[in-house]
Nanobody
Framework: QVQLVESGGGLAQAGDSLRLSCAAS????????MAWFRQAPGKEREFVARIRGSASITVYADSVKGRFTISRDNAKNTVYLQMFRLKPEDTAVYYC??????????????WGQGTQVTVSS
């Protein structure tokens, strides 16, 4: 069992930077693959980035690659999403998710409540 709490969202202008944090509790953080998803108004939830529990292997959506960086600090049970050069298209509710390792495929079992990111032109 993992509980996830996002923070760091807010209002930004195009070109600004924000760092989102997701604090995990209730289990061993390093056992989980962590990811960020987002859902813009009127759109389907989409994958943003993920990071494995070890080796810092990362995967990014094409729309954010080169601008966003996902990282994790297992000692602090926290995953981050550093966002640079924000665009209005980045406006969405951002969710962190956790998938237990050891399965044949990723299953995003645990989700946070989300944090709103709004980027103005």
């Amino acid at each position: 069992q993992v509980q996830l709490v996002e923070s760091g969202g807010g209002l930004a202008q195009a070109g600004d930077s924000l760092r989102l944090s997701c604090a995990a509790s209730g289990s061993t953080f390093s056992r989980y693959v962590m990811a960020w998803f987002r859902q813009a108004p009127g759109k389907e939830r989409e994958f943003v980035a993920r990071i494995r529990g070890s080796a810092s292997i990362t995967v990014y959506a094409d729309s954010v690659k080169g601008r966003f960086t996902i990282s994790r600090d297992n000692a602090k049970n926290t995953v981050y999403l550093q966002m640079f050069r924000l665009k209005p298209e980045d406006t969405a509710v951002y969710y962190c998710a956790a998938a237990p390792n050891g399965l044949g495929s990723l299953v995003w079992t645990y989700w946070g409540q989300g944090t709103q990111v709004t980027v103005s032109s």
